[in-house]
């Protein structure tokens, strides 16, 4: 299964962690890998029918090195936004931070079946 062909992907910067959607029964759930960075400074923005993830992950200190070998950490800004598989309810979306990871609760819009309209 090729992740990248599972959900259109859009990300701005020169970087974007790595995510996985997933479906329960009553949500979509989105956790990213967040690993060395604020959740507190991440902004997340979703919409009926996409999320979208930004923020940074800085560079530590420095001063004492001397000499770079391996640099396989990706480290700047990112922007990431993911379509969603359906549309969802973002009034009651919620999101929490363990461990590294971001997970995004996105509930499902209940479908509210036919409803009359009065013409006025």
Same mark, same amino acid.
């Given at each position: 299964m090729i992740r990248?062909?599972?959900?259109?992907?859009?990300?701005?910067?020169?970087?974007f962690p790595a995510a996985?959607?997933?479906?329960?029964? *009553?949500?979509?759930?989105?956790?990213?890998d967040?690993?060395?960075m604020d959740p507190r400074t991440l *902004?997340?923005?979703?919409?009926?029918?996409?999320?979208?993830?930004?923020?940074?992950?800085?560079?530590? *200190?420095?001063?004492?090195v001397s000499c770079i070998h391996q640099l396989e950490?990706?480290?700047g800004f990112f922007e990431r936004s993911i379509s969603l598989p359906k549309t969802v309810d973002v009034s009651r979306a919620v999101s929490e *931070?363990?461990?590294?990871?971001?997970?995004i609760t996105l509930p499902l819009r209940r479908n509210t079946?036919?409803?009359?309209?009065?013409?006025g």
């Open positions: 990248q062909r599972m959900f259109p992907v859009v990300h701005g910067g020169n970087w996985d959607v997933y479906e329960t029964a *009553s949500a979509i759930i989105v956790h990213m967040i690993s060395g *902004s997340v923005v979703a919409d009926g029918t996409q999320v979208t993830v930004s923020g940074e992950r800085g560079y530590g *200190s420095r001063d004492m950490i990706e480290r *931070s363990r461990n590294g990871f971001l997970q079946g036919k409803i009359k309209i009065t013409v």
